[in-house]
């Protein structure tokens, strides 16, 4: 009776999320949800350390800042733990999301107090952290034998004063310091 009543509750939880959250099908998240449980340990959530731990063994090298914003936002609640949830959204949006999710997903990376607008100060934190875990993954593949015919990313410069200065001149529309949602997202659109 206690395992039928789990896989009710896994099927509820599933039709949940694929109704308005997720871009997964039925197999697919329970699939994802037998992949959670092992990286989890079969807690009912996974330490945001442990995700950490997983996207830097991953995708980006050890160390990044930018991971620990991903999940950070990733971790609403900020409690430190990511439950199947969030994971199920985490990926489906870097998998299968619209523009308009991950122009979302982006701004809330760059919103790094949650006032809902971005500042200067805040895009440049952002941009130093993402250009850095650039380098780094560029650096490890040429290191590597990987990096095919490009340049060392020393030779890559990119001046993230002057990016943000232009990107505040053309798209801060009122003014305020702030890039507010919607100017964000003309500026993410329009490049």
Known sequence: ??????????????????????????????????????????????????????????????????????????????????????????????????????????????????NGGISKDEMKQVLTALTKTVHDTMRSLVERGMGGPHSPPEQHVFDIDRFVDDAFTEFDANRDGLLQRDEYRAACVSH
């Open 1 to 114: 009776m206690g395992a039928q009543a789990s896989k009710a509750g896994q099927a509820a939880m599933f039709s949940e999320l694929m109704s308005s959250q997720v871009h997964f099908n039925m197999d697919e998240l329970q699939a994802l949800y037998e992949r959670f449980k092992r990286l989890s340990k079969s807690s009912p959530n996974l330490a945001t350390s442990e995700f950490v731990k997983i996207l830097e063994g991953s995708v980006f090298e050890p160390g990044s800042p930018f991971v620990k914003r991903i999940v950070d936002v990733l971790d609403e609640d900020r409690n430190g733990e990511i439950d199947f949830r969030g994971f199920a959204m985490g990926l489906s949006l870097f998998c299968r999301g619209s523009l308009d999710e991950l122009v979302d997903f982006s701004f809330r990376c760059f919103d790094l107090d949650g």
